[in-house]
């Protein structure tokens, strides 16, 4: 049971890793393909719902879950501790990026104010370079938590 949560936290860290490169991959080529209007086109699609939704349950879900690998595991297997507190905090680290970096120009780029369009540009590119930063960091979380399931099999 011990080793649930942990496969439990690299399926969600995994899950959260996709939807990042899935905004970078899909959403976030339409956003910037034909500025303002693009940007325009993708508020009124994010009404109701936006990735935003999904990250804000998932995120401190998976923070939780990984407090929870920290706690159960520490004792039973001392060889992985530098594994998952590295994870924790890689994955901490991409919400906290988030947070200081990415909310800011999703309020200029999403925003209800009308935003000049170069600078909105200028938004759009800085947050489609830094999401793949992000997705890399995301990436290092999950691949130093399957290092710690496999130490645990090994």
């Not at 990735?51 to 992985?80: C, E, M, R, S």
């Not at 680290?93 to 200081?100: K, P, S």
């Not at 938004?123 to 938590?145: A, D, F, P, Q, Y």
Request: proline content about 6%.
């Amino acid at each position: 049971m011990k080793l649930f949560i942990l496969y439990l936290y690299i399926l969600i860290g995994s899950g959260i890793l996709f939807v990042n490169l899935y905004n970078s991959l899909v959403d976030a080529p339409n956003w910037g393909s034909n500025i303002p209007d693009s940007l325009e086109t993708a508020k009124n699609y994010f009404q109701q719902k936006t990735p935003a939704d999904f990250f804000k349950i998932t995120g401190p879900l998976h923070h939780l879950i990984g407090l929870a690998v920290i706690i159960f595991l520490w004792n039973p297997y001392p060889q992985i501790r530098g594994y998952i507190i590295s994870a924790f905090i890689l994955f901490v680290l991409a919400d906290v990026f988030t947070v200081m970096y990415f909310f800011p120009r999703n309020d200029i780029l999403f925003g209800q104010k009308p935003v000049d369009p170069k600078i909105a540009m200028q938004t759009w590119k800085e947050w489609s370079h830094m999401n793949w930063v992000r997705s890399l960091i995301l990436l290092s979380g999950v691949v130093i938590s399957c290092i710690s399931l496999y130490k645990i099999y090994r």
